[in-house]
């Protein structure tokens, strides 16, 4: 999603994101915000330490021009006691899908973009509720198919309006229209985009977001 959210802020888009994948985060890694610096999480506005959006913080995007854009950025916490906390489901998140929508409302955004955990642990599902569109990502293979499966009823059931599919890390072996007309017809939603296996995706890993690494890479083009 960081990939996402970058490009709407570079199309002057007034975005935002939140990484509310609490037992993996990753943000804070692939913009670049320090974790030494006395700064709020998610995981402080979940403990009541802070407000929602005294944890955002505002991040540059693309070069250093005068009118480069920014993309505001809820970090969460990736230190080992906060992880184990949120793999035991400490957190309180009952309101957490309301207040994204208050933070939303309250900083005037455009899109805010909540980067969930896989499955479906109580802090995706009280996202989902507050949510009017849901981008599911998937891999190419049978076992995530079936997990895939379970929460796309749960998005229909929410009759959230706006869904969509997105396959990642296609093989080459792999035709890219068989791909989204095989899915498609599995789920009966609309495949926004097939991106395929990279090399320099996998290899940049969490160090940067590919698309500001790579701007005319031809994946980047797929994440446009």
């Known amino acids: 999603m960081a990939n996402t959210a970058a490009l709407m802020a570079l199309l002057g888009v007034h975005a935002g994101v939140v990484d509310a994948c609490l037992t993996a985060p990753t943000l804070h890694l692939l ?36 009118d480069r854009r ?29 207040s994204c929508q208050k933070l939303a ?26 949510a009017n569109a849901a981008l599911i990502l998937l891999a190419p293979d049978k076992q995530h198919f079936q997990g895939v499966a379970r929460t796309v009823s749960v998005v229909e059931a929410l009759a959230i309006p706006r869904h969509k599919l997105a396959v990642n890390s296609v093989v080459p072996l792999l035709d890219d229209d068989e791909v989204r007309i095989r899915v498609s017809q599995i789920y009966g939603w609309e495949v926004a985009a097939v991106i ?7 290899a940049l890993g969490s160090a940067s977001v590919f698309v500001l690494r790579y701007p005319t890479h031809s994946v980047t083009a797929r994440f446009h």
């Open 31 to 66: 913009f670049g915000l320090s974790q030494s610096a006395p700064r709020w999480t998610l995981n402080d506005y979940l403990l009541g330490r802070c407000s929602l959006s005294a944890a955002a913080q505002r991040v540059p995007i693309g070069n250093n021009s005068p």
């Open 70 to 98: 920014s993309l505001l950025v809820v970090p969460a916490d990736p230190n080992h006691a906060a992880v184990v906390k949120a793999y035991r489901q400490a957190y309180d998140v009952e309101s957490l899908g309301e």
């Open 105 to 130: 409302a309250d900083l005037g955004l455009d899109v805010l973009i909540i980067d969930t955990e896989a499955g479906l642990p109580p802090s995706t599902l009280n996202c989902m509720a507050a």
């Open 196 to 202: 395929p296996y990279c090399d320099a995706l996998m």
